[in-house]
């Protein structure tokens, strides 16, 4: 039996509000658990968007009584809501400010850099700044964060030119983190999908990459400060019409996946440890969870099947993935929140990490 601390995830969609059928706060909170996660900090793409005083209330209404695991909520970046300065109290209660600098699911996307300097400018700097920004982008946002002199963190960097330009950008001192998801570690633009899942079910931002990004990015295992699912849960048949959202599911996954690479030797339990907790816990500034911990059996191999997860969604792109490493308890805050598939803490148990 290995023990960890509990994992944290600083990139989650949740859905809530607006999209309850696809995830809400209990069943996106359930699925944490059962991925060994103990704090998901949920991003603001939601409907309406999570944009200003009356939108985070909505959340973190929902979350207060819902949540089996602790929470945070970012806010969006809109075209009209960057007098942050003004809103004293209104950053501290997030978990950050989410940044969309590139089309993808949801309406929350800054099209013009006009837009880009108050929010740079306004967010205060003690406080985390996340920006979905893809090749060229995320190109621009590192020059934002040098000229405003300020940290940002780049969510899921997926291409070769991407990492390597995040690892200049920190040799020259510049206050730049990143995160990578597991799909983009695990999964090429060619991998095969499970048996009768069509090609909607691929669609994922940033998109799967090719064999010579994905190797870049374990070959720069060091540049990357946390690993994140980016949890985009949509249904089956959301996914499997003419039009499908981008996104997977990644909660339940991302562990074994990770146990399964240290496993064959690509990861060390210290890799896994900094990147799914100290260093997400420093970036993000979270809180001690006292009493806190979860427990695996590292020899454990199972297949991954969608029927046993808690997600809401009902699929997932690692269907049939056979891996070792199998989480077998969480504990929370001296409770026992999770133990052999079972969820045993009720919803309402999970704290506001900035509460
Ligand atoms: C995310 C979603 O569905 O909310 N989709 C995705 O493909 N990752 C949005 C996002 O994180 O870009
Ligand atoms: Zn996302």
Redesign the pocket.
């Known amino acids: 039996m290995l023990k960890l601390p509990g994992l944290i995830d600083p990139?989650v969609?949740l859905r809530e509000p607006g999209a309850t059928y696809k995830e809400d706060f209990d069943s996106g909170t359930s699925a944490a658990l059962a991925g060994g996660f103990t704090v998901v900090l949920a991003?603001p793409?939601t409907k309406p968007p999570i944009f200003d005083s009356g939108t985070l209330d909505l959340a973190l209404n929902a979350a207060k009584q819902k949540a089996r695991c602790d929470y945070g909520q970012y806010l969006g970046a809109g075209p009209d809501n960057a007098d942050w300065e003004l809103k004293k109290s209104l950053p501290s209660r997030a978990a950050g400010l989410k940044m969309?600098l590139d089309s993808?699911?949801?309406e929350l996307r800054l099209d013009d850099m006009t837009l880009w300097h108050p929010h740079f400018e306004n967010w205060p700097k003690d406080m985390p700044l996340v920006a979905?920004a893809e090749s060229r982008s995320m190109a621009a946002a590192i020059l934002f964060a040098s000229i405003y002199d300020r940290s940002l963190h780049i969510?899921?960097v997926s291409l070769k030119e991407e990492i390597l330009l995040i690892k200049a950008a920190k040799e020259n001192g510049l206050k730049v983190t990143c995160e990578v998801c597991p799909h983009h570690l695990f999964m090429t633009s060619s991998s095969p999908f499970g048996r009768g899942q069509g090609e909607g079910r691929k669609?994922?931002?940033p998109r799967l990459a090719s064999q010579k990004d994905v190797d870049a990015l374990w070959e720069n295992l060091d540049v990357i400060d946390c690993f994140a699912s980016?949890h985009?849960p949509?249904t089956i048949e959301e996914k499997d019409t003419d039009n499908p959202?981008?996104?997977?599911p990644g909660l339940e996954t991302a562990l074994p996946l990770f146990l399964t690479a240290m496993d064959n030797g690509r990861l060390t339990m210290d890799d896994i440890i900094s990147k799914m907790f100290s260093n997400p816990k420093k970036i993000f500034n979270l809180p001690e969870q006292a009493e806190t911990w979860v427990e695996v059996d590292e020899n454990e191999t199972y297949e991954i099947k969608a029927a046993e997860q808690f997600t809401r969604c009902d699929w997932t792109p690692f269907e049939g993935w056979q891996v070792k490493g199998k989480l077998r308890k969480v504990v929370l805050r001296g409770k026992t929140a999770f133990e052999d598939g079972k969820i045993l803490v009720n919803a309402g148990y999970g704290r506001d990490v900035r509460g």
Not at 245 to 248: K, L, Q, S, V
């Open positions: 990139h969609h991003m793409n969309y993808t699911f949801g979905h969510a899921h669609e994922v931002r980016d985009a949509h959202p981008p996104g997977f």
